[in-house]
């Protein structure tokens, strides 16, 4: 089991940038596959960015490819999302999550998750 805490958000203009954090708990969190979702207010959950347990593989939304990268520093039990070029759009709430065998781009498929950040670009 793991426990995730997202730390980063904040209020940011357009064309600015931020980087958020997701710490966990556990000894085995290089075992796990990692992801950032987010989650506007009358939205459905999506998938943002999403890293392999080896950090060998990343998959990235269309809507901030370029912008956004995702990485992992398995001493440090923390994975990161540096958000660069921000707009209005990607305002939400930003979710961690983790998962043992997924890896993919369904929110679904994974099994633990952090209490969210808040973000809010202003135009």
């Known amino acids: 089991q793991v426990q995730l805490v997202e730390s980063g958000g904040g209020l940011v203009q357009a064309g600015g940038s931020l980087r958020l954090s997701c710490a966990a708990s556990g000894r085995t969190f290089s075992n796990y596959n990692l992801g950032w979702f987010r989650q506007a207010p009358g939205k459905e959950r999506e998938s943002v960015a999403t890293?392999?347990?080896?950090?060998?593989?990343?998959i990235y939304a269309d809507s901030v490819k370029g912008r956004f990268t995702i990485s992992r520093d398995n001493a440090k039990n923390t994975v990161y999302l540096q958000m660069n070029s921000l707009k209005p759009e990607d305002t939400a709430v930003y979710y961690c999550?983790?998962?043992?065998?997924?890896?993919?781009?369904?929110?679904?498929?994974?099994?633990?998750w952090g209490q969210g950040t808040q973000v809010t670009v202003s135009s």
């Open positions: 999550a983790a998962d043992l065998r997924y890896s993919g781009s369904h929110y679904y498929e994974y099994d633990y």
């Open positions: 890293i392999s347990w080896t950090g060998g593989r990343t």
